[in-house]
């Protein structure tokens, strides 16, 4: 491997574990056992370091919605599995990718603060999982008829799911700060497909209980799946 690829692995990984604001280029190159002057060969400090680590988390999280949210979409053909299963199975991708980007994800209003690119960045990437999350939204709520006491409002069903995606990681890390990776991912996708059961109305017993199976199997199995 590249030493600019390994100063980025171990950057990502003392970001994840300390926090970014608390480790110097220092500590990267001390980490690393290189000197502080190859890691400024490479990078002109921390800033190009984040920068080039989010351009990366931009990349390949654009590579996982993109397809999602274009014809033929996450459901447009015939592929096996339910709505549910495929449903989870493309958050579980969506979650690990953040998990392995995640202090990007714990403060991100410091990050885009002091750097425009990110703010930019981080804002275009929120729109593409509300245009997911409404692409599943509307599958998995899709013929259900709405009740006088509840409309099923897929745009709001939509930013909720969205915004439990988004902010679930720092919500866990506060509730479980030991928690396995595995455990933190499905429980995740448990809680944001977990809000669109109230809008299910006749099916929503059914589709608790699939969920409640998927979040077993899952666990038991110890994969994240693939879409």
């Keep these: ?11 990502c990984d003392l970001f994840n574990t300390l926090g970014e604001h608390n480790v110097a280029a220092s500590d990267i190159a001390a980490e690393m056992d290189i000197s502080p002057g190859n890691l400024y060969y490479h990078f002109k400090g921390k ?37 549910v299963e495929r449903s989870w199975l493309f958050l579980s991708v969506v979650l690990e990718l953040m998990l392995g980007y995640r202090y990007f994800y714990e ?26 999350c409404e692409v599943v939204a509307a599958e998995l709520v899709a013929g259900e008829a709405p009740t006088d006491r509840q409309e099923a409002d897929f745009n709001s069903l939509a930013n909720t799911m969205s915004l439990t ?16 990776r595995t ?9 944001i497909l977990s809000t669109c059961a ?5 099916e929503q017993h059914g589709f608790i209980e699939e969920c409640r199976q998927l979040y077993s199997a899952m666990l038991a199995s110890g994969e994240y799946g693939g879409v």
Excluded: C
Aim: proline share 7%.
């Design 198 to 202: 109230p809008y299910m109305e006749a």
């Design 183 to 191: 455990l933190t991912i499905h429980r995740g996708v448990l809680q």
């Design 107 to 132: 403060n991100p209003g410091s990050l885009m603060l002091r750097f425009p690119e990110i703010d930019r960045g981080f804002r275009r990437l929120v729109h593409l999982k509300l245009s997911a």
């Design 47 to 83: 800033d190009s370091i984040h920068l080039s680590l989010f351009a990366t988390l931009q990349r390949e999280m654009i590579a996982v919605l993109g397809p999602a949210i274009q014809t033929p979409g996450l459901f447009g053909e015939q592929k096996q599995g339910s709505a």
């Design 1 to 11: 491997m590249k030493t600019r690829d390994r100063i980025l692995l171990t950057a």
């Design 165 to 180: 995606l988004s902010y679930w990681l720092p919500y866990s890390r506060i509730l479980y700060p030991r928690e396995d």
